[in-house]
């Protein structure tokens, strides 16, 4: 992974050159770039080489490598969003960007799952944010390819192809397991949910969060076949309102609440692939940046933007999430 925290003027000097980019900063920033092949998402967060660190001053870079031959940018609308997988190269990947709290958003979150072709070519990207200072007054944007396109309507889509001989895969890592406690399952999907079955039994979700005093740095976790699915609370209602979430639960999936974790960055650090090829994109969940108080600290050689949600596939919460080259 080419990865570097520039200025505008050494960003745009890259993008001008030709080379291909996948771009994180601050909305101010994004906007004065050129035309070239770069999709860009707003978020003052990053896991840089010298740690986790706060800026819109600079712009988060990765410089796709040499393997990838060719490029399409691409943006799609709530409606479009089912053809985005599909659109991809034979042999490549996908990094899509969506801006949070959009319908956009809302929509790939419910529906990816059921996409036709997600599964032929990896699909991973993030949700784009603001500074937490800014929430309710400042919106979630991403970018196209040029400094004007900024939009918190569309998902922002990079399409690579790569060259013969090489492949792509995506990966993550969580350290959230299922705990021991109770089986919790939902009668709808969605983001909201104001009831839950707890081994079968109907109960208000909010009440039974606060009767197990629950710890909500700890998310649900559902269990998919050994691969461990992170829905992160959000907020829970002093009343009988409905608890909301980072993602949604889906409909008759079996969750149970996550175990506690030890010590953050070393429990990460130890969940890194061994050996393994730099990544060329990589990125954090703003949750575990705040809980683990990330910044400042290191979590071994792979960085990326701290983001309000993570694409493997479908969305995912307090997941890093990774994609390799490799032969």
Request: aromatic share 10%.
């Amino acid at each position: 992974m080419s990865t570097r925290l520039l200025s505008v003027a050494d960003t745009a000097e890259l993008i001008r050159a030709g080379d291909k980019l996948l771009l994180a900063g601050d909305e101010g920033l994004l906007a004065q770039l050129p035309t070239g092949n770069w999709i860009g998402g707003t978020i003052p967060y990053f896991m840089a080489p010298e740690g986790g660190c706060v800026t819109q001053d600079r712009i988060y870079v990765d410089v796709l490598p040499s393997q990838v031959t060719d490029v399409s940018v691409a943006t799609y609308t709530p409606d479009e969003l089912e053809k985005l997988p599909g659109d991809g190269f034979e042999n490549g990947f996908s990094i899509v960007i969506l801006p949070a709290m959009s319908d956009v958003h809302a929509r790939y979150a419910a529906e990816a799952p059921e996409y036709p072709h997600l599964f032929d070519r990896p699909v991973v990207g993030w949700v784009s944010g603001v500074h937490l200072d800014d929430l309710g007054s400042v919106t979630p944007k991403v970018f196209a390819g040029d400094g004007k396109t900024g939009s918190d309507s569309v998902a922002a889509v990079l399409h690579a192809e790569l060259a013969a001989g090489v492949l792509a895969s995506a990966d993550i890592v969580n350290l959230f397991s299922q705990g021991d406690g109770d089986v919790l399952t939902f009668d709808s999907t969605g983001f909201a949910q104001a009831k839950v079955n707890v081994n079968g039994t109907p109960r208000v979700f909010a009440d039974y969060l606060r009767e197990t005093d629950h710890d909500t740095r700890l998310p649900l976790v559902a269990d998919y076949f050994g691969a461990m699915v992170n829905v992160s609370f959000q907020a829970v209602p002093d009343d009988d309102s409905p608890v909301a979430l980072y993602a949604p639960v889906f409909a008759d999936v079996e969750y149970k609440l996550a175990a506690p974790v030890g010590d953050y960055v070393s429990e990460f650090v130890s969940h890194l692939p061994a050996g393994s090829t730099s990544p060329v994109f990589s990125c954090n969940c703003i949750l575990n940046f705040l809980y683990s108080e990330l910044e400042g600290k290191k979590t071994g050689d792979i960085g990326g933007p701290i983001t309000f949600g993570e694409v493997a596939y479908q969305l995912l919460n307090q997941t890093l999430v990774y994609l390799t080259i490799h032969d």
